[in-house]
């Protein structure tokens, strides 16, 4: 893994368990996808930004207590692009020490001076899995 994804992804992991959504939408470029079980999205990161603090209020309301990445592969598409494979766990207040882990899949733009998130893929159906947990009514 290039060193400059791996500091992309620890600042990620630092704003992510922070549950500080205006640090997470700065790594994101002006434009991306994001994608998961239940379809795609396109959207500008002015769009992400509200939906971002939407969903900190949300994981703050479910009691996260911390996210942290498990493991993470780096898998180059070319010199500007990277496909990233980052696997979560993360605890809620509910959960105790149990990680509740997750897969998400992001496309890494290395056109600029610095590396930008210009695609992610959530591997599960996130609302299914925090009903199932308990997480929400």
């Given at each position: 893994m290039t060193d400059a994804v791996k500091r992309l992804f620890v600042e990620y992991e630092k704003a992510f368990n922070a549950i500080d959504a205006e640090k997470q939408v700065q790594f994101f470029a002006e434009h991306f996808i994001s994608a998961g079980p239940k379809g795609s999205i396109a959207q500008g990161r002015d769009e992400f930004?509200?939906?971002?603090?939407?969903a900190a209020e949300f994981f703050r309301r479910v009691g996260q207590?911390?996210?942290?990445?498990?493991?993470?592969?780096?898998?180059?598409?070319?010199?500007?692009?990277?496909?990233?494979r980052v696997h979560w766990g993360v605890t809620f207040k509910k959960s105790g020490n149990r990680l509740i882990e997750f897969d998400v899949t992001y496309f890494i733009q290395k056109t600029g001076p610095e590396l930008k998130i210009i695609m992610f893929?959530?591997?599960?159906?996130?609302?299914?899995?925090?009903?199932?947990?308990g997480l929400l009514g």
């Open positions: 930004a509200k939906m971002a603090t939407k207590t911390s996210a942290k990445i498990l493991s993470i592969d780096e898998i180059p598409i070319s010199n500007e692009y990277s496909m990233v893929i959530s591997h599960q159906d996130e609302e299914k899995a925090m009903k199932e947990l």
